[in-house]
Nanobody, 128 residues
Framework: QVQLVESGGGSVQAGGSLRLSCAAS????????MAWFRQAPGKSREGVAV???????SHADSVKGRFTISKDNAKNTLDLQMNSLKPEDTAVYYC??????????????????????WGQGTQVTVSS
């Protein structure tokens, strides 16, 4: 059974840091694509970062240089280190897993590609 469970969300002041973690079942962790998405109130879901099974990563322009996605093979977790947080980073953050499209792990066009497996989400609130 594919399972994804996020943790690590919370409230922080602007400029602070948080680390999100997603505990993945073996089936989820073995998928080609694992990613973090977020959704703010009244906005559509946004891709934050993705990592493929070879360890290649990609980050959205809005978080590049501040957020880092990684995988911990010893713990079967997907992590997101978030530094220099801004109020506009406030959202529910979701981890997701998918087989991908060939070797490609789409994550920016959430309007045309939906990941197959999702966690329940964790709230991140950044105050100014």
């Amino acid at each position: 059974q594919v399972q994804l469970v996020e943790s690590g969300g919370g409230s922080v002041q602007a400029g602070g840091s948080l680390r999100l973690s997603c505990a993945a079942s073996a089936d989820a962790y073995s998928m080609h694509c694992m990613a973090w998405f977020r959704q703010a109130p009244g906005k559509s879901r946004e891709g934050v970062a993705v990592i493929d099974s070879d360890g290649a990563t990609s980050h959205a322009d809005s978080v590049k240089g501040r957020f880092t996605i990684s995988k911990d093979n010893a713990k079967n977790t997907l992590d997101l280190q978030m530094n220099s947080l801004k109020p506009e980073d406030t959202a529910v953050y979701y981890c997701a897993a998918d087989y991908g499209v060939g070797t490609i792990c789409p994550f920016t066009r959430t309007d045309i590609y939906e990941y197959k497996y999702w966690g329940q989400g964790t709230q991140v609130t950044v105050s100014s």
